[in-house]
T-cell receptor, first 113, second 112 residues
Framework: DAGVTQSPTHLIKTRGQQVTLRCSPK?????VSWYQQALGQGPQFIFQ???????QRGNFPDRFSGHQFPNYSSELNVNALLLGDSALYLC????????????FGPGTRLTVT | EDKVVQSPLSLVVHEGDTVTLNCSYE??????LLWYKQEKKAPTFLFML????IEKKSGRLSSILDKKELSSILNITATQTGDSAIYLC????????????FGQGTILTVHP
Protein backbone atom coordinates (compact mmCIF):
# COMPACT_ATOMS: atom_id res chain seq x y z
CA ASP A 1 0.00 0.00 0.00
CA ALA A 2 1.75 3.15 -1.24
CA GLY A 3 1.87 5.98 1.22
CA VAL A 4 1.90 9.67 0.41
CA THR A 5 4.58 10.57 -2.10
CA GLN A 6 6.05 13.97 -2.91
CA SER A 7 8.39 15.29 -5.54
CA PRO A 8 10.96 16.60 -5.79
CA THR A 9 12.82 15.77 -2.59
CA HIS A 10 14.96 18.89 -2.65
CA LEU A 11 14.81 22.06 -4.66
CA ILE A 12 16.96 25.19 -4.86
CA LYS A 13 15.47 28.31 -6.40
CA THR A 14 16.39 31.98 -6.70
CA ARG A 15 14.37 34.86 -5.27
CA GLY A 16 11.61 35.93 -7.63
CA GLN A 17 11.32 32.55 -9.33
CA GLN A 18 8.30 30.28 -9.31
CA VAL A 19 8.15 26.69 -8.06
CA THR A 20 5.74 23.75 -8.36
CA LEU A 21 5.67 20.92 -5.84
CA ARG A 22 3.76 17.70 -6.38
CA CYS A 23 1.95 15.25 -4.13
CA SER A 24 0.25 11.90 -4.64
CA PRO A 25 -2.07 10.88 -1.82
CA LYS A 26 -2.16 7.54 -0.06
CA UNK A 27 -4.24 4.93 -1.87
CA UNK A 28 -7.92 5.39 -1.03
CA UNK A 29 -7.55 9.00 0.07
CA UNK A 30 -9.27 11.87 -1.72
CA UNK A 31 -8.25 14.96 0.26
CA VAL A 32 -4.90 16.70 0.17
CA SER A 33 -3.63 19.33 2.59
CA TRP A 34 -0.41 21.32 2.30
CA TYR A 35 1.75 22.57 5.17
CA GLN A 36 4.88 24.67 5.44
CA GLN A 37 7.39 23.77 8.15
CA ALA A 38 10.13 26.28 8.92
CA LEU A 39 13.20 25.09 10.81
CA GLY A 40 12.44 24.54 14.48
CA GLN A 41 8.71 25.12 14.07
CA GLY A 42 5.64 22.95 13.72
CA PRO A 43 3.97 22.67 10.31
CA GLN A 44 1.70 25.57 9.31
CA PHE A 45 -1.48 24.91 7.32
CA ILE A 46 -1.48 26.40 3.81
CA PHE A 47 -4.67 24.98 2.28
CA GLN A 48 -6.74 21.85 1.71
CA UNK A 49 -8.16 20.45 -1.52
CA UNK A 50 -11.15 18.18 -1.89
CA UNK A 51 -13.12 17.42 -5.07
CA UNK A 52 -10.64 19.57 -6.98
CA UNK A 53 -11.57 22.67 -5.00
CA UNK A 54 -9.72 24.64 -2.34
CA UNK A 55 -11.86 24.05 0.76
CA GLN A 56 -9.96 25.87 3.47
CA ARG A 57 -7.00 28.19 3.50
CA GLY A 58 -4.52 29.23 6.15
CA ASN A 59 -2.87 32.59 6.58
CA PHE A 60 -0.74 32.53 3.43
CA PRO A 61 -0.57 35.14 0.65
CA ASP A 62 -2.01 34.64 -2.82
CA ARG A 63 1.49 33.80 -4.07
CA PHE A 64 0.67 30.34 -2.77
CA SER A 65 -1.80 28.52 -4.98
CA GLY A 66 -2.71 24.96 -5.63
CA HIS A 67 -4.55 22.50 -7.72
CA GLN A 68 -6.06 19.06 -7.32
CA PHE A 69 -6.43 16.70 -10.25
CA PRO A 70 -9.19 14.14 -10.92
CA ASN A 71 -6.88 11.35 -9.67
CA TYR A 72 -6.65 13.26 -6.32
CA SER A 73 -3.00 14.21 -6.75
CA SER A 74 -2.15 17.82 -6.06
CA GLU A 75 0.29 20.60 -6.85
CA LEU A 76 1.44 23.52 -4.75
CA ASN A 77 2.65 26.57 -6.67
CA VAL A 78 4.56 29.44 -5.15
CA ASN A 79 5.20 32.57 -7.20
CA ALA A 80 7.69 35.39 -6.68
CA LEU A 81 9.74 33.38 -4.20
CA LEU A 82 11.11 35.11 -1.12
CA LEU A 83 14.00 34.02 1.08
CA GLY A 84 11.43 33.40 3.81
CA ASP A 85 9.75 30.75 1.69
CA SER A 86 12.67 28.41 2.40
CA ALA A 87 11.13 25.54 4.36
CA LEU A 88 10.03 21.92 4.29
CA TYR A 89 6.74 21.63 2.41
CA LEU A 90 4.61 18.75 3.59
CA CYS A 91 1.65 17.21 1.89
CA UNK A 92 -0.89 15.25 3.93
CA UNK A 93 -3.67 13.08 2.61
CA UNK A 94 -6.89 11.92 4.21
CA UNK A 95 -10.27 10.49 3.31
CA UNK A 96 -13.58 12.29 3.07
CA UNK A 97 -14.83 15.35 4.86
CA UNK A 98 -14.11 16.40 7.50
CA UNK A 99 -10.52 15.24 7.11
CA UNK A 100 -8.80 15.27 10.46
CA UNK A 101 -6.82 12.01 10.39
CA UNK A 102 -4.11 13.12 7.99
CA UNK A 103 -1.08 11.14 6.83
CA PHE A 104 2.03 12.97 5.76
CA GLY A 105 4.46 12.53 2.91
CA PRO A 106 8.24 12.90 3.27
CA GLY A 107 8.17 16.54 2.20
CA THR A 108 10.03 18.73 -0.27
CA ARG A 109 12.89 20.81 1.09
CA LEU A 110 12.82 24.17 -0.72
CA THR A 111 15.79 26.50 -0.44
CA VAL A 112 15.49 30.02 -1.85
CA THR A 113 18.75 31.87 -2.41
CA GLU B 1 -6.13 33.33 16.46
CA ASP B 2 -5.69 29.60 17.09
CA LYS B 3 -2.95 28.80 19.58
CA VAL B 4 -1.16 25.60 20.58
CA VAL B 5 1.48 25.42 23.29
CA GLN B 6 3.54 22.33 23.94
CA SER B 7 5.71 21.73 26.97
CA PRO B 8 8.42 21.07 27.67
CA LEU B 9 10.10 22.27 24.47
CA SER B 10 12.84 19.72 24.96
CA LEU B 11 13.48 16.78 27.22
CA VAL B 12 16.50 14.56 27.76
CA VAL B 13 15.99 11.21 29.50
CA HIS B 14 17.65 7.81 29.79
CA GLU B 15 16.32 4.56 28.44
CA GLY B 16 13.67 3.11 30.70
CA ASP B 17 12.40 6.45 31.96
CA THR B 18 8.75 7.49 31.63
CA VAL B 19 7.94 10.83 30.05
CA THR B 20 4.83 13.02 29.89
CA LEU B 21 4.43 15.56 27.13
CA ASN B 22 1.85 18.32 27.41
CA CYS B 23 -0.27 20.17 24.88
CA SER B 24 -2.58 23.12 25.56
CA TYR B 25 -4.77 24.60 22.84
CA GLU B 26 -7.17 27.36 21.95
CA UNK B 27 -8.75 26.49 18.62
CA UNK B 28 -11.93 27.76 17.00
CA UNK B 29 -14.53 25.03 16.49
CA UNK B 30 -12.38 22.33 18.05
CA UNK B 31 -13.11 18.86 16.63
CA UNK B 32 -10.32 16.52 17.70
CA LEU B 33 -6.64 16.46 18.63
CA LEU B 34 -3.89 14.54 16.90
CA TRP B 35 -0.40 13.54 18.00
CA TYR B 36 2.44 12.95 15.55
CA LYS B 37 6.05 11.77 15.85
CA GLN B 38 8.56 13.43 13.53
CA GLU B 39 11.98 11.85 13.19
CA LYS B 40 13.52 13.13 9.98
CA LYS B 41 10.89 14.43 7.64
CA ALA B 42 7.35 13.09 7.55
CA PRO B 43 5.34 13.38 10.77
CA THR B 44 4.03 9.91 11.60
CA PHE B 45 0.48 9.63 12.90
CA LEU B 46 0.21 8.36 16.50
CA PHE B 47 -3.26 9.12 17.87
CA MET B 48 -6.44 11.03 17.18
CA LEU B 49 -8.47 11.95 20.26
CA UNK B 50 -12.03 13.15 20.01
CA UNK B 51 -13.66 12.29 23.32
CA UNK B 52 -12.57 13.70 26.64
CA UNK B 53 -11.25 11.35 29.30
CA ILE B 54 -10.87 8.28 27.13
CA GLU B 55 -7.29 7.04 26.98
CA LYS B 56 -5.91 5.80 23.71
CA LYS B 57 -3.04 3.35 23.92
CA SER B 58 -0.55 1.89 21.49
CA GLY B 59 2.20 -0.19 23.01
CA ARG B 60 4.22 1.99 25.35
CA LEU B 61 2.48 5.18 24.19
CA SER B 62 -0.79 6.49 25.55
CA SER B 63 -2.68 9.74 25.30
CA ILE B 64 -5.72 11.40 26.80
CA LEU B 65 -7.72 14.52 26.02
CA ASP B 66 -9.25 16.94 28.56
CA LYS B 67 -11.72 19.18 26.72
CA LYS B 68 -12.58 21.09 29.88
CA GLU B 69 -8.95 22.07 30.42
CA LEU B 70 -8.29 22.36 26.65
CA SER B 71 -5.30 20.09 26.96
CA SER B 72 -3.88 16.70 26.17
CA ILE B 73 -0.97 14.62 27.40
CA LEU B 74 1.14 12.00 25.69
CA ASN B 75 2.84 9.43 27.90
CA ILE B 76 5.70 7.19 26.88
CA THR B 77 6.72 4.47 29.31
CA ALA B 78 10.00 2.51 29.32
CA THR B 79 11.51 4.87 26.76
CA GLN B 80 13.93 3.56 24.14
CA THR B 81 16.51 5.36 21.99
CA GLY B 82 14.14 4.88 19.05
CA ASP B 83 11.65 7.18 20.76
CA SER B 84 14.01 10.11 20.19
CA ALA B 85 12.07 12.46 17.94
CA ILE B 86 9.99 15.62 17.86
CA TYR B 87 6.46 15.04 19.14
CA LEU B 88 3.85 17.31 17.61
CA CYS B 89 0.40 18.06 18.91
CA UNK B 90 -2.23 19.25 16.42
CA UNK B 91 -5.79 20.16 17.35
CA UNK B 92 -8.18 20.06 14.41
CA UNK B 93 -10.74 22.81 14.01
CA UNK B 94 -11.77 25.68 11.81
CA UNK B 95 -14.49 24.96 9.28
CA UNK B 96 -15.80 21.45 8.79
CA UNK B 97 -13.09 20.62 6.27
CA UNK B 98 -10.30 19.89 8.69
CA UNK B 99 -7.41 22.20 9.48
CA UNK B 100 -4.64 21.07 11.81
CA UNK B 101 -2.91 23.72 13.91
CA PHE B 102 0.46 22.44 15.10
CA GLY B 103 2.37 23.29 18.21
CA GLN B 104 6.11 23.92 18.11
CA GLY B 105 6.75 20.38 19.23
CA THR B 106 8.65 18.72 22.07
CA ILE B 107 12.12 17.45 21.22
CA LEU B 108 12.65 14.19 23.09
CA THR B 109 16.15 12.76 23.36
CA VAL B 110 16.57 9.32 24.91
CA HIS B 111 20.11 8.33 25.88
CA PRO B 112 21.16 4.68 26.24
Amino acid sequence: DAGVTQSPTHLIKTRGQQVTLRCSPKSGHDTVSWYQQALGQGPQFIFQYYEEEERQRGNFPDRFSGHQFPNYSSELNVNALLLGDSALYLCASSFGQPSYEQYFGPGTRLTVT
Amino acid sequence: EDKVVQSPLSLVVHEGDTVTLNCSYEVTNFRSLLWYKQEKKAPTFLFMLTSSGIEKKSGRLSSILDKKELSSILNITATQTGDSAIYLCAPAGGTSYGKLTFGQGTILTVHP
